[in-house]
Structures are given as C-alpha cells and as structure tokens.
C-alpha cells in the first residue's frame, strides 16, 4: 500500500487534537477539525490563531509561516466532510465504546485507502479495530502532551493492522516533526508501560518509611538527575489521573507484582488529596506553588570525627571513597578489621544495612552505608541501621556533607532509593525489549522523549553496569522475597555474556 498523505482530519479538538492539528499544519498538511460539540472546533482553531501568534511575537516562527499553517486549519460540521481525508486521527474520551462507534461511522465516510489513527493512551487498538470491516487500517497514533514539545509518537499496530500503514505512520511522524517509535498493542504500550517502574517503586520506598517524600524526591532528583521526583511527579499528574492508571497496569498484566500499585496512593485518591490540582498531596499546594520547603535534615556539628572503616567488596570503588574521605579531612584505617571506636562506612549493592553490617562482621551499632551506585559528586545518600547511634551517624553526616554536597540520611533498606528506582527502571525495560514489544533503541527514545529520563533505560543500564544491576536485583529479590525484583531474561543474559542491553539478537525467521 502507498499512501501519500496531505488531507489530516482531527475528531475531538481538545488539548490533544489541538496540538496534532497544530503540528501537521506545521509541517504542511491540510487540516480538518471536527468535534460533535458545538462550537468546539471553532474554538479550537481560535486557540491556535492566538498559539501562532505567540509564537510569532517570541520570534519562534516567521508571520508568514504562521499564515500559511493557520491557513491549513479548516473547520467543518460534519463528519461526511471527512471524506476525502488521507489519514483521520480520533482525540476523543478514552472510552472503548466511543472510540469504536466513531471509527465504524468513519468507516461508511471515507475511502479504503484512509487511514484511521486512535491517540489512545490505554485502549487496545485490537479491540478498537475488532467492529471493523477493514481493521488493518487502524493504528494506534499516540501522542504526549504538549503535543508541539514531546516529540515522540507511538505508533501502535492491532493484531491485524497492516506493516504498510505501520510505515507510512512512523514515516508521517518524521514529517511532523517527533520521532516516531513502534509498539506492539500491549498494555501502556511503551512510555506508560516503562513509566510505571518509577513511581510504583518509589511508593513501596516511602510505604517502608524509608524516608519522607522530600527526601526521595531529592535523592532522585539531585543524585540520578531526573527532573522531578517520583511524589512531585504523583502530584503534578494528579493521583485521579496516575492511581487508575497504576491500577490498570496492573490488572491487564494479571496482577504482575513488578506494577502493583500502593495502599498509599489509593487512601490519598480517597481522601481527595491528589496534588496540585487540589492544593494537597504528598506536599501542600498555594496558588499552584508549594507552601512548605522541602527541608531535610541539617548538617549537624561534629567536633570531632572517629576514624572510618571502609568495607567494600570491590577494590578500586574502596580506593575511590577513601580518597573522598581523607579529601574531606577524615582518617581512614586500613586495618582487616575496624577498631573498637571506628565508623564503620560500608558501600554494599542491593542489600540492607543490617545484612552489609553481618556479612562485613562489624558492629551495627557503629555502621553506615553509602550509596556508591551514581558516584558522589552530585549527591550522597547515608543508609543507618535500626541501632546506629546518634554520635555515628551525625559524624558521617557531617564528613560528606563539608564539602557542600547534598547529604541524605535514611532508614535501612534493600537498595537504598537510586539502585532501588533505577533497577527497577531499567529491569522493566529489558522486560519489555524481552517481550518484543518495542526494539532497543525505540524503547530508549520513547522513554527518554516521552518521559523526559536523563537516558534512555536501556542505556542507563549500560553506563550503570549490566552485572551489578543484576547483582542488585538478585540480592534484593533474596532478601525480601517479593517477585517485583526479578530479574528480566533480557537483563541476565547480556549482563552473563558482558554485551550490552542495547544489543538486538539474531533474527530467528
């Protein structure tokens, strides 16, 4: 099949319709806006006459290339009006029934050729396209809002969607202006399906009372450099919006322990408290801005310091944290064992402090641990036992934080929160590349683009290492017991042959 595509229809022109309109008129498609309500599509195109106008002013576009998009905007009544249309994409309610009632009353409209393009988010596009008589035309045609900002668009085939209307998909999202990556019609697709990793994860971190939402939010904000924490991020979202889609993750994948949702975020959606948008989440909201500093623990003053004990099983990271030490003013012993009045300062991967402290032989009472899985020039995170004293844990506390680095301490868990979230983040991911859902490299831009992640997943996995990932996974699984932990076949075999995650295997066929 050859398709050249220069006619777009819209139905429904709300924010997301609006933005596909905006950028196919852009990029020089002829655009016909339509929505049942009355007036809407008219005031669709208003919005975006005022958008270019804005975009002028900011010196974004020229007069004339606004013009001449704005000229592409065509308003019609009724749907017949759709008929001539290369492509039709629907931005209406995610509503299973709607969907398929619109798409079979396009379907006595327009040609054979057309293309009928769903922007589902959550929908099978299988069962969209299953009341069709011709459901090879139907793809899914997922966009991210902003539209004119996320550049991504997941192009999503049916069981039966045709490779040819897949092609010339992914080809249009190129002339839009996004990259275009392919999925398989699975639930979340890609970005939502790879996205729930982060979130679920920090959830079970703060139901553990691990430590408080500003401090998690800040150990992956500053030490992982992602731009918003997991619980700022519930919060801009609205738990209205991400709970229900926790939840349904979670049952279309069979109760899948890697996407169980949290009592936490149900009992707040209860309550009613689901951030920004109702001045109360897991922070407290005034005029859209938050009304109370996220504050962790001060720096406390240390006379005196007690000499440090490293226990660390590899020898060149050991070699790294003495240097930071002793750059920072403290004594290092470099005794088999500590002596009786030392800090004892482990760097363990995956485990608790409890197990390092017994697996090392030292005494938890004098015991800390370091978080050594992102380095430590942007942040540290200090990991106490149950019975570390006050007196050590403050002396720690003080020692990294001298150099003006942001310190965080918490309360014992497997995995601290970096090796916790990122192995989770990046284990998903190989599950999904496992499952043939999305190649490699489209699964890194759908995330990168869609999600707005420092790296892609899956080249995350590489720089942080594939076996110590594995070695996180593994020991954590073993020490809880929870299958959320498990680590992906995709993941075991490229860290066991040391290639990378990124690495497409051999065709079969």
């Known amino acids: 099949m050859s398709i050249e595509v220069n006619r777009m229809g819209i139905v429904g022109t709300g924010v997301m319709g609006a933005g596909i309109a905006q950028i196919a008129a852009q990029a020089g498609l002829e655009v016909h806006l339509f929505d049942k309500r009355e007036g809407a599509a008219s005031a669709a195109r208003d919005g975006l006459q005022a958008t270019f106008d804005k975009l002028v002013n900011k010196g974004k576009v020229s007069r004339a290339s606004a013009d001449a998009a704005l000229s592409r905007l065509k308003v019609v009544n009724a749907m017949a009006e759709l008929a001539d249309c290369d492509v039709v994409v629907e931005a209406v309610i995610e509503d299973l029934s709607v969907k398929q009632n619109l798409f079979t009353e396009l379907e006595a409209i327009v040609s054979e050729n057309c293309i009928l393009a769903t922007n589902t988010s959550s929908l099978s596009v299988t069962a969209i396209a299953s009341v069709l008589k011709l459901p090879g035309r139907v793809s899914g045609f997922h966009f991210f809002n902003p539209v004119p900002l996320m550049k991504v668009v997941e192009v999503i085939g049916g069981i039966d969607t045709s490779e040819a209307i897949l092609d010339i998909l992914l080809e249009l999202a190129n002339r839009l202006g996004h990259t275009g990556v392919h999925a398989k019609d699975t639930p979340g697709f890609i970005v939502n399906h790879a996205g729930r990793a982060y979130g679920t994860e920090g959830l079970k971190i703060l139901e553990e009372s691990v430590a408080a939402p500003a401090d998690i939010d800040r150990i992956l904000r500053e030490g992982a450099g992602f731009r918003m924490g997991p619980l700022e991020l519930f919060d801009l979202t609205g738990l209205d919006v991400s709970h229900p889609a926790m939840e349904s993750i979670f049952t279309q994948f069979y109760h899948d322990p890697r996407y169980r949702p949290s009592y936490i975020s149900r009992q707040m959606l209860n309550g009613n408290r689901l951030g920004r948008k109702t001045g109360v989440g897991f922070y407290r909201y005034e005029g859209g801005q938050k009304a109370e500093a996220s504050v962790s623990l001060p720096v406390p003053e240390v006379r005196d310091v007690p000499p440090i004990w490293v226990g660390c099983e590899d020898t060149s990271l050991r070699e790294e944290v003495v240097k930071l030490l002793e750059a ?139 076996k110590r990932l594995l070695a996180i996974l593994e020991r954590m699984k073993e020490r809880t017991g929870d299958p959320r932990y498990r680590p992906s076949p995709w993941l075991r075999r490229r860290a066991t042959l040391g290639v990378s995650l990124l690495h497409q295997e051999p065709c079969i066929r």
């Open 328 to 466: 920072l003013g403290g004594r290092v012993e470099s005794l088999d064992s500590p002596s009786e009045k030392a800090l004892c300062l482990l760097l363990p991967f995956g485990d608790d402090a409890v197990s390092a402290s017994k697996h090392f032989g030292v005494d938890p009472e004098r015991t800390l641990c370091l978080d050594a899985l992102l380095g430590f020039e942007r942040h540290r995170t200090l990991m106490m036992t149950p019975v570390t004293c006050e007196e050590m844990r403050d002396a720690a506390h003080a020692l990294l934080a001298s150099d003006g680095i942001g310190v965080t301490v918490i309360r014992d868990s497997v995995g601290f929160v970096s090796q916790r979230v990122l192995a989770a983040v990046v284990n998903l991911a190989c599950e999904i590349a496992q499952h043939e859902i999305a190649t490699p490299t489209d699964i890194d831009n759908a995330v990168r683009l869609g999600l707005n992640y420092p790296h892609g997943p899956l080249a995350w996995g590489d720089e942080l290492g594939p």
